[in-house]
């Protein structure tokens, strides 16, 4: 996924997430987080354009 994918995934999660928790509704929240996380997950894998990523974050 590009950066701002990622970005978006993270923000719409995190607002999920807040939803859930003002609203009371756990699903919701827990739902959020995981999508939040997706988005940091996705932004931390290497690039393919870029393989030596994974190296870089090794060292």
């Known amino acids: 996924m590009s950066k ?3 970005l ?3 923000i719409v999660g995190r607002t999920r997430q807040a939803v859930g928790e003002i609203i009371g509704d ?3 929240h827990d739902d959020g ?3 939040a996380q997706h988005g940091r997950d996705e932004r ?3 690039s393919e354009l870029n393989p030596l990523k994974k ?3 090794l060292t």
Request: charged letters at 40%.
């Open 4 to 6: 701002t994918k990622d």
């Open 8 to 10: 978006a995934q993270r």
């Open 26 to 28: 756990q699903t919701l």
């Open 33 to 35: 987080k995981a999508q």
């Open 44 to 46: 931390e894998k290497p």
């Open 55 to 57: 190296l870089k974050q």
